[in-house]
Every structure is written in structure tokens, then in C-alpha cells.
């Protein structure tokens, strides 16, 4: 069974730093494309950045290039997300996600249950 | 406002058929990107629902299924349940954002 266990959210002020992780398991992890995709309360899905499988390619959505590095750690089937310079419009749930495999087009199938994070003084 | 519109709500009974649209452009949908759709249930991660415009993982119901044409997507949902009330996304990739996209979601209340 496939699991994507996020953690590291939580209460942060603006301009502050925050690190998440992921924990992968029941599928090779070094084997897929992982990204991270957030939801503002009552708001919709926003892709934020994914990886390749070897975390040689990352790519990022412009609300979050230059503040925030995702890498990933395949001896540990881990995924991070590194945000910096966290400002109010960052608040979310963020979900760690594994890319469709052998897609025609980017998308994911997989999901973590999320993690909170709240930009605020 | 998304890149992708959808409808913010639909509805139906018990037993109907339900379409949820979702309009891209010619840099998206158009450009022959295909189209994911997820559900997310209340208070629950979201889940795929269609992948490639018209493929359902294992495990879902063929009451759930997925067209494209042109610049948009559809996902029909017949036989409506009560238990399929959720949100329902579209996604899909921009080329000229170099970004995925999603719609803005739509609300299914089953009545």
C-alpha cells in the first residue's frame, strides 16, 4: 500500500522559514516524479514544485520560485519542501504527492493526508 | 481566478447524471495536454479520479467518466450516490505558464 506521511507544518512568522518532509513507502520511491501541491482554506488546489527521479530536474510554480527548494532523498524515501521568506498568501495545506508514471501529461496519483501551515504574527 | 473554469456548483438527485465542465484555452487543453480529474472528499485528501482524460485508476466506480474535446474537459457522474458529494478538479499542464493548472473546482451536492 502506498503511503505519503507528510510532516514538519506548523505556526510560522511571516518572513520565517519552515522545512517539510515527506515519508514514502510501499512503492520505489526513486522510481517516480514527486511533487507538492498546497490548498489555501476554502480555496482550491495549486501545484507548488515536483522533482524528478533522481531530483536532477525541479520545477517550481512562480508563486513560490526562488523562496522555496524541494529535493528529495532516495536512499531515505524522503521528499522535502523548504520554504523561506513566508509571507501570508503561503498558508496551506500542503500535500506531498507522487506524479503519474508514464504520463502523456503531468498529474499525480497519489496522496499524503497533508500538512498545516500558517504564515502569521 | 483559475486558469481552468469550472463551475463552482452542480447538483442532482439520487440515481442522476451529472456533467462538470472544465474550459481551458489553447496553451492548455488545447495544446493536447491531457486532463486529470480528482475527487476530494470532505475534510479528505483529494484522490484521482480520471487520468488522461478518460482512464480510471483501479478501484473506481465506471459510474465516473472523463471526455475532452478541443479546449475543454467534461467528467459525467451517473447514477449519483450520496456519498459521491465532494469537490471535483481538473488538471492539466500550461505551456505558455510552464505550469501545471487546475480548475477552480467544483462542489457536487447529491439532494
Known amino acids: 500500500e502506498v503511503q505519503l506521511v507528510e510532516s514538519g507544518g506548523g505556526l510560522v512568522q511571516p518572513g520565517g522559514s519552515l522545512r517539510l518532509s515527506c515519508a514514502a513507502s510501499?512503492?520505489?520511491?526513486?522510481?517516480?516524479?514527486m511533487s507538492w501541491v498546497r490548498q489555501a482554506a476554502g480555496r482550491g488546489l495549486e501545484w507548488v514544485a515536483n522533482t524528478k527521479e533522481d531530483g536532477s530536474e525541479k520545477y517550481y510554480a512562480d508563486s513560490v520560485k526562488g523562496r522555496f527548494t524541494i529535493s528529495r532523498d532516495n536512499a531515505n524515501n524522503t521528499l522535502y519542501l523548504e520554504m523561506n521568506n513566508l509571507g501570508a498568501e503561503d498558508t496551506a495545506v500542503y500535500y506531498c504527492?507522487?506524479?503519474?508514471?508514464?504520463?502523456?501529461?503531468?498529474?499525480?496519483?497519489?496522496w499524503g493526508q497533508g500538512t498545516q501551515v500558517t504564515v502569521s504574527s | 481566478q483559475s486558469v481552468l473554469t469550472q463551475p463552482p456548483s452542480v447538483s442532482g438527485a439520487p440515481g442522476q447524471r451529472v456533467t462538470i465542465s472544465c474550459t481551458g484555452s489553447r496553451s492548455n487543453i488545447g495544446a493536447g495536454f491531457d486532463v486529470h480529474w480528482y475527487q476530494q472528499l470532505p475534510r479528505k485528501a483529494p484522490k484521482l479520479l480520471i487520468y488522461?482524460?478518460?482512464n480510471r485508476p483501479s478501484g473506481v466506480p465506471d459510474r465516473f467518466s472523463g471526455s475532452k474535446s478541443g479546449t475543454s474537459a467534461s467528467l459525467a457522474i451517473t447514477g449519483l450516490q450520496t456519498e459521491d458529494e465532494a469537490d471535483y478538479y481538473c488538471?492539466?499542464?500550461?505551456?505558455?505558464?510552464?505550469?501545471?493548472?487546475f480548475g477552480g473546482g467544483t462542489e457536487l451536492t447529491v439532494l
Open positions: 510501499g512503492f520505489t520511491f526513486s522510481s517516480y516524479w
Open positions: 488522461e482524460n478518460n
Open positions: 488538471q492539466s499542464y500550461d505551456t505558455t505558464l510552464s505550469s501545471w493548472v
Open positions: 504527492a507522487r506524479d503519474l508514471r508514464d504520463s502523456r501529461s503531468p498529474g499525480v496519483d497519489e
